[in-house]
C-alpha cells in the first residue's frame, strides 16, 4: 500500500509542473446568454524571472466586462469596436472593453489569479470554445499564451471556455450581477 500511495504521489507531483505550465481559466465552460467569472490562474513567471504585467485580450461575444481591481497593481482597461454589432439585454452595443491590462510585480515562486466578471453573448454556439489569448510580460521575458487552435500540444495555448446550453433556454437569462 504504501509502495502504491508513494508511486500516485510521485505521479501527480510529477505532473504538477505541466498542470501549472499555462494559463488557465479556473472554469472551463460556461452558458451562452449568462455572466461568467473568468479567473485566470497564473503558476509562474517566465523562465524564472518575475511577473509584471499581464495583458488579456476579450474576443468578440464577450460583453460587459468588468475587471477586478488587484491590490499593489495597476489595471488599464482598453476599449474599442467590435467586430460585428452584438446584443445585451435586448440592446444593440457596438464597442466595449478589448483589452485588459495588470501591470505590477508577481514574483516566480508565487502563484496569483487575475479576475474578470463578463456576460457571454447569447449569439455564441455551443460547442464553440472561446478564447481570451494572454500576454505575459516578465521583465526582459515575455510568455505568449495565444494560440486559439484547440491542439492540446501546440506551444501557448490560450486559455479558452467551453459554451454550453443555457441552463433555462426557456425564460430564463443568466441574469446576475
Not at 501549472?20 to 461568467?36: D, K, N
Not at 524571472?49 to 489595471?75: C, E, F
Not at 444593440?92 to 456576460?119: I, M, T
Amino acid at each position: 500500500m504504501k509502495i502504491f500511495l508513494a508511486a500516485g504521489l510521485t505521479a501527480l507531483l510529477g505532473l504538477s509542473p505541466v498542470a501549472q505550465a499555462h494559463v488557465t481559466l479556473e472554469t472551463p465552460q460556461a452558458a451562452a446568454g449568462s455572466y461568467y467569472k473568468a479567473v485566470l490562474r497564473v503558476g509562474h513567471g517566465c523562465e524564472g524571472a518575475d511577473t509584471t504585467r499581464m495583458r488579456v485580450r476579450i474576443p468578440d461575444g464577450v460583453l460587459a466586462v468588468k475587471p477586478q481591481p488587484k491590490a499593489g497593481w495597476t489595471l488599464d482597461m482598453t476599449q474599442g469596436k467590435y467586430a460585428q454589432p452584438q446584443t445585451l439585454h435586448g440592446a444593440p452595443v457596438d464597442s466595449g472593453v478589448r483589452e485588459l491590462s495588470w501591470s505590477g510585480v508577481l514574483p516566480d515562486a508565487y502563484y496569483e489569479e487575475f479576475v474578470f466578471r463578463a456576460y457571454l453573448s447569447d449569439a455564441l454556439k455551443p460547442g464553440q470554445t472561446v478564447y481570451f489569448p494572454v500576454v505575459q510580460e516578465c521583465g526582459q521575458g515575455v510568455s505568449r499564451w495565444i494560440d486559439t487552435s484547440g491542439n492540446p500540444d501546440a506551444q501557448g495555448p490560450a486559455p479558452g471556455v467551453k459554451i454550453v446550453a443555457p441552463a433555462h433556454p426557456e425564460g430564463g437569462h443568466g441574469h446576475h450581477h
